[in-house]
Nanobody, 123 residues
Framework: VELVESGGGLVQAGGSLRPSCVAL????????MGWFRQAPGKEREFVAS????????RYADSVKDRFTISRDNAKNTVLLQMNSLKPEDTAVYSC?????????????????WGQGTQVTVSS
């Protein structure tokens, strides 16, 4: 199993980015997926999660109404559309797979992680 993120970058405040995460070598359709982020000197924090069939999503309050998580099970891909970005959104964004049950906001519940992609928002 390998999770590969891409699509991060540098953007001005108010701009948009759409990181993606591709799952290689796994039966992607079986698993809930999550996006988390970690800024320098801070703990990893939950951003969003999506159930295995995409019918239910969850967001952190800090990104609600700005970010949208989605998935394409045919392409083993989960996306995070990020709009109205703020400097405080600057972090390394990582996707994660949860092998059992529904999505969760707790990192410890996830079984496999990607390496992450850097998102930097300038003011």
């Amino acid at each position: 199993v390998e999770l590969v993120e891409s699509g991060g970058g540098l953007v001005q405040a108010g701009g948009s980015l759409r990181p993606s995460c591709v799952a290689l070598g796994a039966t992607f359709i079986r698993y809930a997926m999550g996006w988390f982020r970690q800024a320098p000197g801070k703990e990893r924090e939950f951003v969003a999660s999506i159930e295995k069939n995409g019918d239910s999503t969850r967001y952190a309050d800090s990104v609600k109404d700005r970010f949208t998580i989605s998935r394409d099970n045919a392409k083993n891909t989960v996306l995070l559309q990020m709009n109205s970005l703020k400097p405080e959104d600057t972090a390394v964004y990582s996707c994660a797979e949860k092998f059992e049950g529904n999505g969760s906001s707790r990192p410890i519940h996830y079984d496999f992680w990607g390496q992450g992609t850097q998102v930097t928002v300038s003011s």
